[in-house]
């Protein structure tokens, strides 16, 4: 994966958006091998917002720039809160478990 960022970056992207490789180490090294800034795609439907947050979390953590999060957003719950809450993890520092104990998008 890292291998693949890489080459996106050389071939002219901005930006390269890429799975989550499922944990921050290996992760770690896809971001430090690109150039450019790296988002998550958001993947398949998670069993919990937890989980979704969690990964958000773990990307962020390993150098990942953003999120380009669709499925998990707009079938959850709340999606307006869901958004919220991936936005705080993503923009303010929250852990996963802070994110997650947001009850309202203010």
Not at 8 to 20: H, M, N, P, W
Not at 25 to 53: Q, W, Y
Not at 74 to 98: G, N
Request: aromatic content about 4%; overall charge negative; glycine content about 8%.
């Amino acid at each position: 994966m890292a291998h693949a960022a890489r080459v996106g970056a050389e071939l002219g992207a901005d930006i390269v958006k890429t799975s989550y490789t499922g944990d921050p180490d290996s992760f770690g090294r896809v971001v430090e091998s690109c150039p450019v800034p790296v988002v998550i795609a958001g993947g398949p439907k998670v069993e919990t917002e937890l989980d979704l947050l969690r990964m958000v979390y773990d990307a962020i953590n390993a150098g990942a720039r953003g999120v380009a999060i669709g499925r998990n957003v707009f079938q959850a719950e709340d999606p307006k809160l869901m958004t919220r809450r991936i936005c705080s993890v993503v923009h303010e520092d929250y852990s996963a478990e802070e994110a997650a104990e947001m009850t309202s998008v203010e």
